[in-house]
């Protein structure tokens, strides 16, 4: 009996499914699984007018329908597809900046967000530029191989041991000089997510950061050279 079959499967209907049988599908039941239905609407609170209502006006929601035809990056991850209203949201959110890369069917590759209808709707200011950002901490971290074995030569006459049980000292300060450069391009308003796993890899921090600033390569070419003179 079809009575029986919804009776046995209502719970598993979705609330869409029971309006549907309502409302376009009548004469296909009888009129006890039709009650059947009624009562689980009214179990679930459902009003059939408002059940439309409610579907007609999620429709008409450009975020949530065929709207959604943006596509963006996020940590080497492709994300989407959702409306403009979401990537505007992700770009107040500050999740996306700038220079986060979005797409959608007629580009032909990947852009950032600055060259596309969203830059009008970016509310951060661009970040400083090199000739801006200040510099202290990095040249610091250019001569550190050499600051370190300065330090370890005084704690090493101050507590008697030898300086090269202190070689942790040297490490540690280009640790730190690298970590204090990173807090103030973040406070330039760099995004430093793509630096961040390599500010313990000092030569290599320095030359992405030469590249991201668009600086000279001079104060890695320093380090190196006070590394070289640190082995002496």
């Not at 309502?22 to 039941?29: G, M, Q, R």
């Amino acid at each position: 009996m079809v009575e029986n079959t919804i009776e046995k499967n209502i719970r598993s209907l979705t609330d869409e499914e029971l309006v549907e049988i309502i409302d376009k599908d009548f004469d296909e039941y009888t009129d006890k699984a039709i009650d059947y239905v009624k009562d689980e609407l009214k179990i679930r609170n459902i009003s059939i007018d408002e059940f439309k209502k409610r579907n007609i006006s999620i429709d008409a929601n450009p975020s949530k329908s065929k709207n959604k035809i943006w596509f963006y990056e996020f940590k080497g991850e492709r994300k989407g597809p959702v409306s403009r209203e979401e990537i505007i949201k992700l770009l107040d959110s500050q999740v996306l900046n700038r220079k986060s890369l979005v797409w959608k069917k007629d580009f032909e590759n990947w852009k950032a967000i600055q060259e596309t209808q969203f830059e009008d709707n970016i509310s951060m200011p661009p970040p400083l530029n090199g000739r801006l950002v200040k510099n202290h901490f990095v040249w610091l971290l250019a001569f550190a191989p050499l600051l370190g074995i300065s330090i370890q030569g005084v704690v090493s006459e101050v507590i008697g041991i030898k300086a090269e049980s202190l070689w942790f000292t040297t490490l540690a300060l280009n640790l730190i000089l690298s970590w204090l450069d990173v807090t103030k391009l973040k406070r330039a308003g760099h995004n430093m997510e793509n630096l961040l796993g390599y500010f313990w890899l000092v030569p290599v921090y320095l030359y992405k950061r030469s590249k991201l600033l668009k600086h000279k390569f001079s104060y890695l070419i320093v380090w190196i050279i006070s590394f070289i003179i640190s082995l002496a």
